[in-house]
């Protein structure tokens, strides 16, 4: 197709087009170098960049960056990207049509869609490590393999979880997770900078001078006051004061309305409620003792009159993902061996996790004959996620070619 043809497309169809023919490709960039990429990318998740953690090779080093795709040039700045902090990353701004000067703001090797090669089986094989050693095994050796890169994400998980204890405690480090897996959706440094500017300490001290039947309350008057969310509420004025957060810092989300972060926040108060007396590690080590998933699951889940703040599903990622590795690290330290039993019976068996960008990028690579015959559960779903990092692992991020 001529470049006229291109420019005429849908970005939604270039991006398809760099997905298609981008791995495997050799380009060269408007001061000569040749730029082989080795992946091309995955699809962005939300807003950001049309494609994440592409590696290249340029000269004889590998790197890795972003994408992002556009008719012209002018849609970078078009588009805002050259103020906004999600695209620092762009390494390759791939076009339909070329530029006639250097592009404003835009650090970026302009690239351009028009000299991609035709598709090709043997390019749109995964060309890096592990991955590609993953494909040829047969079912049962390659859910073992899975097994043992699950386990090592847990293991990594729960030393960065123990560091994070030596410094700010058992209890913020857990609650800090928590709202770390809450942030989705390009809320994750919001829900991080709420963790630090309303430490759940404070939460617990507020909430415990209040009865049983006013703290939930009291808890999301102080979450959403602090984040900026709603007017500040009466209890936010009497125990907190200050700023609050900067309500742009909350950018709109695509997706349900249930998936605002206002409900969200409700929901952390919610969950925060019921731990109030006991504090947070305690009562979810008390659920953790219990047989199966059942309990840890509902004393994550939390409903509102309209239906669920924290959903099932959403529940199980931060089981997963936070509270059996952050309790891992705590029995480690003090060397409870039945906690530690629990954690990894609890891992182990826990069912199969919603799917997200990482795990279906992993699957796609692997390729379906090679997963279609092994059993999946939430291990091998983090192992997935293990052995698409480690591909990546090889070629540092940077913010230029």
């Known amino acids: 197709m001529t470049a006229r043809g291109l420019e005429n497309l849908p970005e939604r169809l270039l991006a398809r087009l760099w997905r298609s023919r981008g791995g495997g490709a050799t380009l060269r960039s408007p001061d000569g170098r040749l730029l082989r990429v080795l992946y091309p990318g995955r699809p962005g998740p939300g807003a950001g960049p049309d494609f994440r953690d592409a590696v290249l090779r340029v000269g004889g080093r590998l790197a890795r960056g972003d994408v992002e795709v556009h008719r012209s040039p002018a849609g970078w700045q078009a588009h805002g990207h050259h103020l906004d902090p999600e695209y620092d990353h762009v390494v390759l701004h791939a076009v339909a049509r070329p530029s006639s000067g250097p592009s404003r703001g835009l650090a970026a090797v302009e690239v351009l869609l028009g000299t991609l090669p035709p598709p090709s089986k043997s390019r749109g094989a995964p060309l890096l490590p592990p991955l590609l050693s993953l494909r040829s095994l047969p079912p049962e050796a390659l859910g073992r393999e899975l097994d043992r890169a699950g386990d090592a994400r847990f293991q990594g998980r729960s030393a960065v979880m123990a560091q994070d204890m030596e410094w700010q405690g058992t209890e913020q480090t857990l609650y800090c997770g928590l709202l770390d897996a809450l942030g989705y959706g390009g809320?994750?440094?919001?829900?991080?900078?709420?963790?630090?500017?309303?430490?759940?300490?404070?939460?617990?001290?507020?909430?415990?001078?209040?009865?049983?039947?006013?703290?939930?309350?009291?808890?999301?008057?102080?979450?959403?006051?602090?984040?900026?969310?709603?007017?500040?509420?009466?209890?936010?004025?009497?125990?907190?004061?200050?700023?609050?957060?900067?309500?742009?810092?909350?950018?709109?989300?695509?997706?349900?309305?249930?998936?605002?972060?206002?409900?969200?926040?409700?929901?952390?108060?919610?969950?925060?409620?019921?731990?109030?007396?006991?504090?947070?590690?305690?009562?979810?080590?008390?659920?953790?003792?219990?047989?199966?998933?059942?309990?840890?699951?509902?004393?994550?889940?939390?409903?509102?009159?309209?239906?669920?703040?924290?959903?099932?599903?959403?529940?199980?990622?931060?089981?997963?993902?936070?509270?059996?590795?952050?309790?891992?690290?705590?029995?480690?330290?003090?060397?409870?061996?039945?906690?530690?039993?629990?954690?990894?019976?609890?891992?182990?068996?826990?069912?199969?996790?919603?799917?997200?960008?990482?795990?279906?990028?992993?699957?796609?690579?692997?390729?379906?004959?090679?997963?279609?015959?092994?059993?999946?559960?939430?291990?091998?779903?983090?192992?997935?996620?293990?052995?698409?990092?480690?591909?990546?692992?090889?070629?540092?991020?940077?913010?230029?070619?």
């Not at 500017?197 to 404070?202: D, F, I, K, L, N």
């Not at 969310?229 to 700023?243: D, F, H, K, M, Y």
């Not at 840890?296 to 669920?308: I, Y």
């Open 187 to 401: 809320h994750r440094e919001a829900f991080r900078e709420l963790a630090h500017r309303m430490p759940v300490a404070v939460l617990r001290a507020a909430a415990l001078a209040y009865p049983d039947g006013e703290r939930r309350g009291v808890l999301e008057d102080l979450l959403l006051g602090t984040a900026g969310l709603v007017p500040p509420g009466p209890a936010w004025l009497r125990l907190a004061g200050g700023t609050p957060m900067e309500p742009r810092l909350w950018r709109s989300a695509r997706g349900r309305p249930s998936n605002h972060p206002v409900d969200r926040l409700r929901g952390v108060a919610g969950l925060l409620s019921r731990f109030v007396g006991t504090g947070l590690a305690a009562g979810l080590e008390a659920c953790v003792l219990s047989p199966g998933p059942t309990v840890l699951l509902e004393s994550l889940t939390v409903r509102g009159t309209d239906g669920a703040l924290i959903g099932r599903e959403r529940a199980g990622d931060m089981a997963v993902n936070v509270v059996l590795p952050g309790l891992f690290a705590l029995a480690r330290a003090s060397r409870r061996q039945r906690l530690m039993a629990a954690c990894r019976s609890h891992y182990a068996e826990f069912p199969s996790l919603q799917e997200n960008t990482l795990t279906r990028e992993a699957r796609a690579l692997l390729g379906a004959s090679s997963l279609q015959a092994v059993p999946m559960n939430a291990r091998r779903q983090q192992g997935l996620i293990h052995v698409y990092r480690q591909m990546l692992a090889a070629a540092p991020r940077v913010t230029c070619l």
